[in-house]
Structures are given as C-alpha cells and as structure tokens.
C-alpha cells in the first residue's frame, strides 16, 4: 500500500509544478495565521476582559497574536537578557506563570530547572503548555517555600514587583543562600508609570527608576548591572546581580573584547 502512494506520488510530482504546491501551501498557512491569531485574540479578551485578572498572561496569545498586531517584540527581551546570564547547569525561576519561558528560553541550555508558581493555574497551564523533560513545575509561594538547593542561575522574571520591599529583601536573602559562589540572579521589572497609577492591580511595589531597583540588589551582591528599554507603553528594568562575573564584563567569558 505504502509503495503504491510513494509511486502515486511521484507520478504526480512529475506532473504537477512546484509552484502549484507552493500556493496551495502559502494558502493554508494564510488561513491557519488568522484562525490562530483570532483564536489568540478571544483566549485574551476572556482571560482579560472578565473577572478575576489573571496572575500571570500566557504568552501564546504574545506569539500568536500581539506580537504580530502591535509590532511588539518588548515579551521576549526577559528571555533574551535571562538566557546571557545562563550558566548551562542548574536554574530556579521563581515566579514562573505559564512556564513558556522556561521552555522556549532556558530549558535547552540547562542541566535541570526547577520553576515554581503559586498560582496553581499558572502551573497546570506551565505543565500542559510549556513541559520539556529536564523542568519540573512545581506549587510554591517564594515568600514562605522556595525550593531549597544549589543553583547557577535563579531567574525572577516580571514578578519582583509583586511583592512589598520588605519581602523582596527578605526574598533576596533566600535567593542568595541557593546561588552558589559565582552564580546569577537575572530578572525583569517595570518603571512606576508618571501618573503613578498601578499597571496592574496584583503589583506591591513598582520601582522608580534603575537606581531605585540598584538599591534593592547591592546589599546582597558584590555585581550588579541593572539596564533599561523603553516602549511606547512600558518602561522596562533588567538586572544581573553575581558576586562573580557579569554578562558583558571584561572578564565574561562568552565575549573576545578590543579595545582602541
Ligand atoms: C506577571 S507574572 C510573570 C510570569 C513569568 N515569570 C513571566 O515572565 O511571564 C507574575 C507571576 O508571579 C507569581 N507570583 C506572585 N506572587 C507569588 C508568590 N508569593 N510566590 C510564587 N509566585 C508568585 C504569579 O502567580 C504570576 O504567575
């Protein structure tokens, strides 16, 4: 049977151009980026529109749909910046929501990742949405049960600011007894906006500016380097904080540096 299709097919390729291929194929992925992006669209008109507001967003709806309508590419900067500070062994990403970066960020380069979420929705969605064989998803609120161990890297992406400044310090001092000797802390948060209104009502506490956060991370670590991005509707902070080397040093050994 198997042969008779191979033979089938090969009779047809030979009479049928490329080209035609190509259209019907250009055709049906046409069709199959609008049914995903609106599909996308009302997932996030649900998820968003009725109460309660979610936790944590899932980034499939970034994907499939707001990145291609809003031409922002402002969701993957954590991913991107949390993967410089990668140590390729062990990682803990606190805070993890839908666990999609985790997967499609941090899990190809890792040993191990243990990520964790108190939102038991955000971990059932993390476990059915984004697995991969070296992650292990797992229910915990980082002010009362971190995952205890020794990482390289603990990642503290979009939710620093979810707590108030006493539990961040206290949160910082658990993170520092996991880290081992050299390694990093990478996360990501966002500027207060000028009206000081709230960008989302689960916030605690919204940073300043990059020395307002600076001065949350120098108490525990010996390096810091807090950067910014700015968009037309968010201003961005990133930090690596090491008491060994950070991304982009002189001394960083994934760089060759010249200097005049
Ligand atoms: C804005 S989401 C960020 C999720 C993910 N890190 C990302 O970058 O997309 C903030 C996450 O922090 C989690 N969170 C808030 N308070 C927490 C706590 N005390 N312990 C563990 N997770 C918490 C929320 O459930 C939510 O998933």
């Excluded at 033979?7 to 490329?18: E, R």
């Excluded at 915990?140 to 979009?158: C, H, L, Q, S, Y």
Aim: proline letters at 4%; glycine letters at 4%.
């Amino acid at each position: 049977m198997i042969r008779i299709l191979h033979k089938i097919k090969k009779y047809i390729g030979k009479m049928v151009p490329k080209c035609l291929y190509e259209t019907l194929s250009e055709a049906e992925c046409a069709i199959a980026r609008r049914w995903v992006s609106s599909a996308h669209r009302r997932l996030m008109a649900i998820q968003w529109s009725l109460p309660p507001q979610p936790e944590f967003f899932d980034h499939n709806i970034d994907l499939f749909y707001l990145w291609l309508a809003k031409r922002n590419s402002l969701w993957l900067e954590r991913g991107v910046f949390g993967s410089l500070a990668l140590r390729e062994r062990r990682v803990l990403e606190l805070a993890c929501g839908d666990g999609f970066n985790a997967r499609n960020f941090y899990s190809l380069r890792s040993e191990h990742i243990i990520a964790c979420d108190f939102d038991p929705k955000a971990i059932k969605t993390a476990r059915g949405k984004n697995g991969a064989s070296n992650i292990e998803y797992l229910l915990a609120d980082i002010r009362t049960e971190m995952p205890g161990g020794k990482f390289e890297n603990v990642i503290w992406d979009a939710a620093i600011e979810h707590f108030t400044p006493d539990e961040i310090m206290k949160i910082l001092d658990d993170i520092k007894s996991r880290l081992t000797d050299d390694g990093i802390l990478s996360g990501y948060t966002i500027v207060e906006r000028a009206d000081r209104e709230k960008s989302l009502s689960h916030h605690e506490y919204e940073f300043k500016s990059k020395e307002d956060l600076l001065r949350f991370l120098t108490p525990h670590f010996r390096n810091v380097m807090v950067f910014e991005t700015e968009y037309p509707e968010r201003h961005n902070l990133y930090f690596w904080a090491t008491d060994g080397i950070l991304p982009f040093s002189p001394s960083w050994s994934k760089a060759a540096i010249h200097r005049w």
